[in-house]
């Protein structure tokens, strides 16, 4: 099978690997940090784990069930397993995904003699803002360069520090909405399946999400709300998800230059495709083709 590109990313990582970290009455440590590249039809019958699990996709998508539950994580996006719940996992494209896997495992340090005393009560908030199971989107700036510093640092301390801001900074953005969202009706997964379509039809032209709206006869609102709760990311997320993905085709494929792939993508600004590509996949256009020039693979 091809190499991951994240090994060599990776392999940074190790020093810090069965470190703990500790901030007020939390002890993290991270125990594991691997490349989770499969080819198309790959498959993780259901399991469980004790350690909490990070699955950061760069190409490609994965598909997750839990109990009567799933979702799809699309490149540029995660997903988060925490401990004891059971899950299965599936390769949905018809290429092969690639991305990276991080475990580790929160403790409650608070009986440490050298615990802050005054800052006790961290611990149970953290744990059950990040015991959902849920996918994510890499919603900003901050959030993605929190993710690079992590991989870019040299030293154990600093790798330390990015690794404990990256989740601080998730479960700020979590913390209000830690609670799983209801069950989806089928009207509902049938207006979704619909903007996705539209989606993926019309990316490579200036559409907007309200038009996507109005053509479900639906009022942009009410889709916008409907498509996050049921997909995990916003319309905008999935409408960049899919421009980024053809654009990592015609990188690999093609000898189009840059600012044509960006047009052909719907970016009719190079540089803002150029940077939007970067936070997605963590590395520039060129660097991404010269990696991965005439690997022609077929589109998901």
């Given at each position: 099978?091809?190499?991951?590109?994240?090994?060599?990313?990776?392999?940074?990582?190790?020093?810090?690997?069965?470190?703990?970290?500790?901030?007020?009455?939390?002890?993290?440590?991270l125990?594991?940090?691997?490349?989770?590249?499969?080819?198309?039809?790959?498959?993780?019958?259901?399991?469980?784990?004790?350690?909490?699990?990070?699955?950061?996709?760069?190409?490609?998508?994965?598909?997750?069930?839990?109990?009567?539950a799933s979702f799809l994580t699309e490149a540029g996006s995660f997903f988060l397993i925490p401990p004891g719940v059971t899950h299965s996992n599936r390769n949905a494209g018809t290429e092969a995904d690639d991305g990276f896997c991080l475990r580790w495992q929160i403790e409650n340090a608070a009986d440490d003699a050298a615990a802050d005393k005054a800052a006790s009560n961290f611990y149970?908030?953290?744990?059950?803002?990040?015991?959902?199971?849920?996918?994510?989107?890499?919603?900003?700036?901050?959030?993605?360069?929190?993710?690079?510093?992590?991989?870019?640092?040299?030293?154990?301390?600093?790798?330390q520090l990015a690794l404990l801001d990256?989740?601080?900074?998730?479960?700020?953005?979590?913390?209000?909405?830690?609670?799983?969202?209801?069950?989806?009706?089928?009207?509902?997964e049938i207006l979704v399946r619909q903007a996705t379509l539209y989606l993926s039809e019309y990316y490579a032209e200036p559409i907007t999400v309200s038009e996507l709206a109005a053509s479900l006869n639906i009022s942009y609102r009410h889709l916008a709300r409907l498509f996050h709760r049921i997909t995990g990311v916003t319309l905008n997320e999935k409408l960049n998800d899919l421009r980024m993905n053809q654009a990592r085709i015609l990188l690999r494929g093609t000898d189009l230059a840059i600012k044509e792939i960006a047009c052909a993508v719907g970016f009719p600004?190079?540089?803002?495709?150029?940077?939007?590509?970067?936070?997605?996949?963590?590395?520039?256009?060129s660097e991404y083709r010269r990696r991965h020039k005439n690997s022609r693979l077929p589109a998901e």
């Open positions: 099978m091809p190499q991951s590109s994240w090994d060599k990313r990776l392999e940074g990582l190790q020093k810090v690997i069965m470190k703990p970290i500790r901030f007020n009455d939390l002890r993290l440590t125990i594991d940090a691997v490349d989770a590249r499969h080819e198309p039809g790959w498959h993780a019958g259901e399991h469980r784990h004790p350690w909490f699990e990070y699955n950061y996709v760069s190409e490609g998508c994965l598909q997750t069930s839990f109990g009567s149970p908030a953290f744990l059950r803002t990040m015991s959902a199971v849920r996918p994510y989107a890499i919603p900003n700036d901050l959030l993605a360069g929190k993710m690079d510093q992590f991989f870019s640092s040299d030293s154990v301390a600093s790798q990256w989740l601080l900074l998730m479960y700020e953005n979590w913390n209000d909405t830690a609670e799983m969202p209801p069950a989806i009706n089928t009207r509902e600004n190079e540089f803002y495709f150029s940077s939007l590509f970067r936070r997605t996949a963590f590395i520039t256009p």
